[in-house]
């Protein structure tokens, strides 16, 4: 009996990376293989990568089948390699996921999607699908634009946009593969409400599926003495790091704060911020779940200033008892928490400075907030809408795929028309 192998396409090694697409695409991964289906990723390089100075990558990706790194390949022998992993793991390959299309190229992708003749699930982990340029859609001052329709009286005052080496129209792209495109995915109601603002075609296909789910809801303690607050995460910009560090600066030698950091980014370290070293790809998925209840941190800091479409952090944050701070324009992060009255939703830093100015007052005011949380989640592991063409267990026929041999001849054959058309016309 043949196994089954979704083919997934994203910009970077999910192996090695411990952003929140990544993440998502480990768990993506070990729901499908519970269920014995196997996962192949197709990567591209990014463009100002160590890799550029030795070799264009532009027409190239890395392939990884389940958790082995199998090489960089070009796009038009992606073809052979899958026919080469069909016959040596009796594979058949039934969908593709698409979770972003960055530094991709978009013709020869489009040509090897056409080419499988699979069903396409699109997953809406950023802005990507609006803005390869910035799919956090900040523009060059680090503010965000919020321009979700791409009005390009808005783009084109924006020095990303501007400066973009190539303008890649991934809204071209996706029309042009959408019949195949069967589902797409959004993991909030925020991105989906976002993205239909572009895609309004995709309107039927559009469903909701959170990458977590919850259980064991539990009173929260009052904040302990002196509070402890702490910024999740990388320290970007765009995550409000600059407002972190203001915020520090002002209370280091107030008594009644004690401040921490709790992720990868140790670096230009203080003595009045406690620094706990934390990395999900090296440390397990449950990392910052553990740091932020082993030292008990009463507040998370999480002041994104673009649209979060889920934020991991957001619910480690939540489920390990701490409250949250955030602002009116962090996205996901803001809806859930006046949802779950979990924190509190400010329009700038300086009214939290305010708020944090008079300690009783700002104690009470946290300790006032929705007193139970969630204390434990899990993978949502449903396998609903992931994977396409009848059930599982081959109840109903998967969709015969081509012959690779037969479409890769095809395809090298239309290059090679092309080139010689080209060569012509210069003659």
């Known amino acids: 009996m043949r196994s089954k192998c979704v083919i997934s396409i994203s910009h970077s090694n999910y192996l090695y990376k411990g952003a929140g697409t990544e993440k998502c695409m480990r768990e993506t991964r070990n729901i499908l293989i519970s269920k014995d289906i196997h996962y192949l990723q197709i990567f ?3 463009k100002y990568s160590n890799l550029y100075k030795f070799s264009d990558m532009s027409n190239k990706v890395g392939v990884n089948y389940d958790d082995t790194f199998l090489g960089i390949y070009t796009y038009s022998s992606l073809l052979s390699l899958l026919n080469n992993v069909s016959i040596e793991n009796k594979t058949e390959f039934i969908g593709i996921h698409i979770n972003n299309v960055i530094n991709h190229n978009l013709c020869l992708l489009k040509e090897f999607i056409q080419s499988t003749d699979l069903p396409v699930i699109v997953w809406l982990h950023d802005y990507s699908s609006i803005c390869e ?8 001052n680090g503010v965000c634009c919020n321009n979700f329709s791409k009005n390009l009286t808005i783009c084109n005052k924006c020095s990303k946009y501007l400066n973009s080496f190539e303008e890649n129209d991934v809204l071209d792209f996706y029309n042009q593969i959408n019949s195949s495109i069967k589902h797409i995915i959004a993991p909030s109601e925020s991105v989906k409400r976002n993205t239909l603002v572009r895609y309004t075609f995709w309107n039927d296909k559009i469903s909701v599926r959170p990458h977590l789910k919850f259980s064991d809801k539990v009173k929260r303690k009052d904040v302990s ?5 702490a910024f999740v995460g990388g320290k970007y910009s765009h995550k409000g790091y600059r407002e972190w ?12 704060y004690q401040f921490y950091y709790l992720g990868s980014s140790i670096s230009d370290t203080v003595d009045y911020i406690k620094d706990i070293r934390v990395d999900v790809a090296t440390q397990g998925e449950n990392a910052m779940k553990n740091a932020i209840r082993n030292n008990n941190i009463d507040i998370a800091f999480l002041w994104s200033k673009c649209q979060e479409t889920y934020s991991y952090t957001y619910y480690e944050s939540f489920c390990s008892g701490a409250r949250i701070i955030t602002n009116e324009k962090s996205g996901n992060i803001a809806e859930q928490t006046i949802k779950n ?7 700038n830093v300086n009214e939290l400075i305010e708020l944090m100015s008079n300690f009783d007052e700002f104690k009470k005011k946290i300790n006032s907030l929705d007193g139970c949380y969630f204390s434990s989640y899990e993978t949502n592991d449903s396998i609903e809408n992931l994977v396409l063409n009848g059930s599982l267990y081959g109840t109903a026929p998967m969709k015969k795929v081509k012959s690779y041999k037969f479409l890769m001849l095809l395809y090298m ?3 090679n028309l092309i080139r010689k058309k080209g060569n012509n016309a210069k003659k």
Do not use: A, M, W
């Open 245 to 256: 560090q203001e915020l520090t600066n002002i209370f280091k030698n107030n008594k009644n």
């Open 133 to 140: 340029v910035s799919p956090i859609l900040l523009d060059g």
């Open 225 to 229: 003495y002196p509070i402890k607050i």
């Open 44 to 46: 591209s390089f990014e």
């Open 341 to 347: 009255k979990s924190g509190l939703v400010l329009e």
């Open 413 to 415: 054959t239309k290059n």
